[in-house]
């Protein structure tokens, strides 16, 4: 291995900077460069919502301090690239300068998906990715806004209307499916997070597609056309129907692509000393049962950059990712979830627990295979330990053996309603079981918020 | 904002107006009878002679009367000072007794009216404009737009409102004279409580626990659904009110020595100076029993609750401070400094402050057994510089008057010696940590923008690391803020406690440290 080699990673999203902080962890030598004409320094891209809603500043979303570039001797290029030149291993920016690499990674991260509506480039439209998304988006929500719409209901789309709330614009939600992210959270969550959208005077509406947006003579939006033919006057329409690869630039070139850059599952692309990682790259075989070619979420991004650090520096194992996690949270909802829950499954092959709160925004559900082991769970509005069911899930307990623990899964803070005593009776009467529910402890008695 | 919001907003306005302009209404004039009733025996006799000039004589304000006091004052004392005649130069200030003493105004015939006036109608404002805030929403966060605010991210309000505090709390600890107005007003609060006169403590005890009360509800408003946050709020309210404020004035009425059962050396950095432990010794079972107490807090107390709870049994639930900076400084937690380098800064001067108040209490106990045989005077000096520099200047001037400035923690982070020793126990011998949830964080930063004592909680969590640091105050906004349920306050086992080299879990593919 050549000892100064130039590792460039293009991208300073979650994915090239953990890459870049692993592999300088692991081969203290070499040459790293990390490219982004986005921002010169790393940012947490989910919190630029918060950036808007004024709950921090841009500086507040930086995870490292300036001064630990330097220290880590990564070296920062704030520049677009134009091109990527295979042959000559060199990077070619829109400045006209050039970049000599001996790795490549490319972790460029994704862009709104267009689906080529009728005025979909008219001023005032736009997706919420980038810095300079955010940035637009205070520019045009600047002056005022009668009604705001949002496209597509996803987790940037919930988010877009939370921004847009707190400046109290109006909001029209339209969302595809009969339910919000209902390809992704069962009929059950689906309900509660639509109920709690609309608590929040937000207005949805389900079963709708965008069919046009119309724009006046001076360019900006003025209107759009649903799928039911209704108009809707708006100055603002968020376009949030998912993102795609961000590898535009790298089409028609010697780098094989498809939707995102074709990856092995040691992240290697069809080029020697090229691999790509994180939003936009695309693997051959989906890493595992559960998971698709192409993983959009932080954490994945991150687990794509420290294997491939790890790889770039040893001996390079293949890509494993562990038992699934995610979460989010939707307006004042938070979610997570662990293993496998799909929003459909067959009745036949999986046991359902579903529990829900009398308030309607709080809920718990556990699939489990006909043997009762454990599949995943779903927890809205309490938070449950990510340790705990990744053991439980890898170790294949039963779904009753989690319900008996629960307790030591509780992750909320202390003095909180003990909801899992609650789950705990309603999967008793429901399954039977030999323990016991867990009872309120002194303190949880004197103190404790009541279920 | 709905109406009775505005209103409220209105009240506490003009509430606060008028406590800024009742200190300048009312006339002084002084009589002989007035100074020698209100000087020591052995300056009386010198005392009514310099001040002779001003017999008979009205003075329009408070800036009139003082300067001509000053004018006579000085001058005589200047004059021994200048043959170094130290022995007969009089250091006792007798400003604020003679002003008050000689204050002749609507306001001392009025007490109430002008109370109900200012402090009242900012009170009963205040809990107008908190106590529905936020109804028409559900709960949650509520940190909109703090970064667009004017008063709470240093914009001209916030200038505007640092600067009231500041100008406050120099008034009150070197020019009370100044404020002899306020004083009366509160005078007849006073008498219905300990059956003494008010003095300038008073008035400050009783803004500060009203304070506390109000801006609690507002963290009750603020912080529905988070049942930690609520009964923190509700200790803190609880301690400043019965310990911190009644139960001392109630002792005083029932001939005891002024006590706060709370407070706790070397934050109380005055409790083993020679005058309080003659206090404790010569009030039989009860002096007896407030010594013991009070060195049992300190032996007994701090270590046993730090290593069960963390320090947060005391910073955030108990303490006067904290409780003024968990209420009234809420509104400003976001401004303090995370950098390395302020956490650098913040270790030196805390521990340095810690090791001043151990050294001075030393000196002041060898100086007490020694019957004052050796170090005689500069334990005094000890106690005066002390006192003006950390008692005053830093824990009130800087401490409170910075809360626009700096977040509102300045005082327990940067200076406290008491949060330095309770510190050390939690960082090095205690069950306390702040566990965070696997590899669930997504560093978008909220728990670090929101942490009062600066501590860049966000570095941690993004690396599966729990926290343990010793200036942790245990207060649960990172948790109550982070949007995907990461971290929790908690009490365990020692064992495993401090992960230096945590591994994320999620990927199969590597077992790598962070």
Redo the contacts between chains.
């Keep these: 291995m050549n000892q100064n080699r130039h590792v460039v990673i293009l991208g300073n999203g979650?994915s090239g900077v953990t890459c870049a902080r692993?592999v300088r962890?692991l081969d203290s030598n070499c040459q790293i460069t990390l490219v982004s004409g986005e921002s010169k320094y790393f940012f947490?891209r989910?919190?630029l919502m918060?950036v808007y809603?004024?709950?921090?500043?841009f500086e507040?979303?930086?995870?490292y301090?300036n001064h630990f570039w330097e220290k880590n001797r990564i070296g920062l290029k704030e520049a677009w690239v134009e091109k990527v030149d295979f042959d000559k291993k060199s990077l070619v920016f829109k400045s006209g300068e050039s970049l000599a690499y001996d790795i490549l990674v490319i972790a460029t991260g994704s862009k709104p998906n267009k689906f080529g509506w009728p005025g979909q480039d008219s001023i005032g439209v736009q997706g919420l990715y980038s810095k300079q998304d955010l940035e637009l988006m205070e520019a045009n929500t600047q002056s005022e806004i009668k009604r705001a719409v949002i496209v597509g209901g996803g987790l940037i789309g919930i988010e877009m209307a939370e921004m847009l709330a707190?400046k109290k614009i109006p909001v029209t939600f339209l969302v595809r499916e009969n339910g919000f992210w209902n390809n992704v959270l069962p009929k059950e969550e689906s309900d509660l997070v639509g109920r709690?959208i609309l608590?929040?005077h937000i207005d949805l509406r389900l079963g709708t597609e965008l069919k046009e947006i119309q724009a006046g003579s001076d360019g900006k939006v003025i209107a759009i056309i649903t799928s039911k033919g209704e108009k809707i006057d708006c100055q603002f329409v968020g376009l949030t129907a998912g993102v795609s690869p961000n590898i535009d630039f790298l089409r028609n070139t010697a780098l094989e692509v498809n939707r995102g850059v074709r990856v092995d599952e040691f992240f290697r692309t069809n080029l020697p000393d090229v691999y790509a990682i994180g939003d936009c790259a695309e693997f051959d075989k989906a890493p595992a049962a559960d998971r698709r070619p192409i993983e959009q979420v932080?954490?994945t991004g991150?687990?794509h950059g420290?294997?491939l650090a790890?790889n770039l520096c040893k001996t390079p194992?293949?890509?494993?990712?562990?038992?699934w996690?995610n979460?989010?949270?939707f307006?004042?909802i938070?979610y997570?979830t662990y293993g496998t829950v799909p929003p459909v499954w067959e009745e036949s092959l999986v046991k359902n627990f579903y529990w829900e709160h009398p308030s309607g925004k709080v809920a718990f559900r556990m699939l489990m295979r006909q043997d009762g082991s454990l599949y995943g769970v779903n927890n809205f509005g309490f938070?449950?330990?990510?340790?705990f069911f990744?053991r439980a899930i890898s170790e294949n307990w039963s779904g009753e053996k989690v319900i008996a623990k629960l307790d030591q899964a509780n992750?909320?803070?202390?003095?909180?309603?003990p909801y899992y005593i609650e789950i705990q009776k309603a999967f008793k009467a429901e399954f039977g079981g030999s323990f016991k529910p867990a009872r309120k402890t002194f303190i949880q008695k004197l103190?404790?918020?009541r279920v | 904002m709905s109406i009775i919001q505005k209103i409220g907003l209105g009240m506490f306005l003009i509430g606060l107006t008028a406590f800024i302009i009742i200190p300048f209404i009312g006339k002084y004039g002084i009589s002989e009878e007035l100074v020698l009733a209100n000087t020591k025996d052995i300056h009386q006799e010198k005392m009514a002679e310099i001040l002779a000039p001003m017999y008979g004589q009205e003075y329009g304000s408070n800036f009139a009367f003082l300067s001509v006091f000053s004018e006579n004052f000085n001058s005589y004392n200047d004059e021994l000072k200048s043959q170094q005649l130290w022995d007969q130069v009089i250091w006792d200030d007798y400003s604020f007794a003679l002003a008050k003493a000689g204050f002749q105004s609507p306001v001392r015939d009025n007490p109430w009216l002008f109370f109900m006036l200012s402090i009242g109608l900012a009170v009963l404002g205040g809990f107008l404009y908190n106590f529905r805030k936020h109804e028409d929403e559900?709960?949650?966060?509520k940190?909109?737009?703090?970064?667009?605010?004017s008063l709470k991210n240093r914009g001209i309000l916030g200038m505007l409102t640092g600067t009231f505090l500041i100008v406050f709390y120099i008034v009150l600890y070197w020019f009370p004279a100044y404020m002899v107005a306020l004083v009366w007003m509160v005078n007849p609060i006073s008498e219905l409580i300990s059956g003494n006169p008010a003095s300038q403590w008073f008035l400050y005890g009783l803004i500060y626990t009203l304070a506390i009360i109000v801006m609690g509800i507002r963290m009750f408003r603020k912080y529905r659904g988070?049942?930690?946050q609520q009964?923190r709020t509700a200790s803190v309210m609880f301690f400043q009110t019965a310990f911190a404020f009644l139960i001392p004035e109630i002792l005083v009425l029932l001939n005891q020595p002024y006590f706060d059962f709370k407070n706790i050396w070397p934050l109380d950095y005055d409790f083993f100076y020679d005058y309080q432990i003659s206090t404790f010794l010569s009030n039989g079972s009860v002096g007896m029993f407030m010594l013991v107490w009070g060195i049992l807090l300190i032996v007994v107390g701090v270590p046993v609750f730090t290593y069960f709870f963390g320090k947060r049994w005391y910073c955030s639930w108990v303490c006067g401070c904290g409780g003024l900076a968990e209420t009234v400084g809420d509104p400003f937690r976001q401004l303090s400094d995370k950098?390395?380098k302020a956490w650098k800064y913040e270790r030196w001067i805390i521990h340095s402050v810690l090791v001043l108040a151990v050294l001075m209490t030393g000196v002041t106990l060898i100086n007490y057994f020694s019957g004052f045989s050796l170090l005689g005077n500069v334990t005094n000096q000890l106690h005066s510089f002390y006192g003006f520099a950390i008692g005053s200047a830093f824990a009130g001037v800087v401490g409170t008057g910075f809360y626009p400035f700096m977040g509102n923690r300045v005082w327990c982070r940067f200076g406290c010696p008491l949060a330095a020793y309770l510190g050390i126990v939690q960082r090095f011998k205690s069950r306390f940590r702040i566990t965070t949830?696997?590899?669930?964080c997504?560093?978008?930063?909220?728990c670090?923008?929101y942490c009062e004592m600066g501590i860049d909680v966000?570095?941690y969590a993004?690396r599966g690391q729990n926290i343990v640091r010793s200036s942790c105050v245990g207060c649960?906004v990172c948790?109550?803020v982070c949007?995907?349920?990461v971290l929790?306050?908690e009490n365990g086992s020692e064992e495993n406690r401090i992960n230096e080299l945590p591994i994320?879990?999620?990927?199969?593919?590597?077992k790598?440290n962070m």
Aim: glycine share 10%.
């Design positions: 979650i692993h962890k947490s989910t919190a918060y809603m004024g709950q921090m500043k507040h979303t930086q995870p301090e707190y709690h608590e929040h932080w954490y991150r687990m420290e294997t790890y194992v293949p890509y494993r990712p562990g038992v996690f979460s989010a949270k307006l004042d938070e997570q938070r449950l330990r990510h340790e990744d992750f909320d803070p202390e003095f909180f309603a103190f404790g918020a | 559900p709960a949650g966060i940190n909109n737009g703090i970064f667009h605010s988070n049942k930690y009964l950098s390395v949830n696997g590899g669930q997504i560093s978008c930063g909220n670090s923008t966000r570095w993004q649960g948790s109550a949007p995907r349920g929790k306050l994320i879990i999620g990927n199969d593919s590597i790598i």
